[in-house]
């Protein structure tokens, strides 16, 4: 099985959506669709209904208006949800503390209800490594584009993994990445329907994402889909999320 951990279903029509989903269960890829807000995540948790191989994180994104019932909504669905995210830090357009002040409460909310973080940082990379410092719970940073003293950085903090975007079939940078981080901390996404220079992003890209990990760590394909399978179970706990 294949994983595509950092999608944006609602990004297309409801229509569309469903039927990436059967697409995504004939090609035997599994999703962790992404919230960017309140009324995303309503979204996410619907579309996770539609299958087993589809799961639900919800976050808030920091360029969106922070909605206080955010906190109460991850609490109500705690046993729906493998993570929290898509949250972080994004100083592109504007920088202030608030991002921070709610990012930080966001930690907090994790290590109380035990999930994993997926993370977004955008010219704040820095900030983010410091904050996430007080976190519990495994941490994953979506197409990280710190330095490399950045990534080293990250490494330094056990409870870090990586996700490795497809448009690394293109990106030396997530080549880079991907040569500097062990198999056992990265994952895959597509950040779909976004970040792809071609036609529409759909996470039956993912497949580039894997290819390009098992070419640059000289491993066959289906043991690097193994490991990185291993991985999403021992942080995602997805094979216990699926017996509940
Ligand atoms: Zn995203």
Redesign the pocket.
């Known amino acids: 099985m294949k994983y595509d951990i ?3 279903l609602t990004g297309y029509t409801y229509c569309d959506a469903k039927s990436i989903i059967k697409e995504c269960e004939k090609k035997k890829i599994s999703l962790i669709i ?1 919230g ?1 807000n309140v009324l995303d995540n309503l979204k996410v948790l619907k579309l996770s209904k539609l299958s087993s191989n589809i799961h639900a994180s919800i976050g808030m ?1 920091p360029t969106d208006m922070f909605d206080s019932g955010f906190i109460s909504q991850v609490i109500k669905n705690k046993n729906s949800i493998v993570s929290i995210g ?1 949250v972080g830090l994004d100083y592109k357009e504007r920088i202030d503390n608030s991002q921070r002040i709610i990012f930080k409460k966001i930690i907090n909310l994790a290590n109380k209800i035990n999930k994993p973080l ?1 993370v ?1 940082s955008r010219n704040a990379e820095k900030e983010v490594l410091e904050d996430l410092k007080s976190s519990k719970v495994p941490i994953i940073l ?2 990280f584009s710190g330095k490399r003293s950045l990534i080293h950085e990250a490494l330094a903090n056990p409870l870090i993994y990586f996700s490795i975007p497809a448009s690394c079939e293109y990106s030396e940078q997530f080549q880079e990445l991907i040569k500097l981080v062990s198999i056992e901390k990265l994952f895959c ?1 597509t ?1 779909s329907p ?2 792809w220079k071609y036609e529409l992003n759909t996470p039956l890209n993912i497949s580039h994402s894997y290819e390009m990990i098992a070419k640059l760590k000289s491993l066959k394909l289906k043991d690097c889909e193994q490991i990185i399978e291993n991985n999403v179970n021992k942080v995602f706990k997805i094979t216990e999320f699926k017996n509940n």
């Open positions: 950092h999608c944006h992404n960017l994104h898509e997926i977004h979506h197409c996404e950040d976004y970040l």
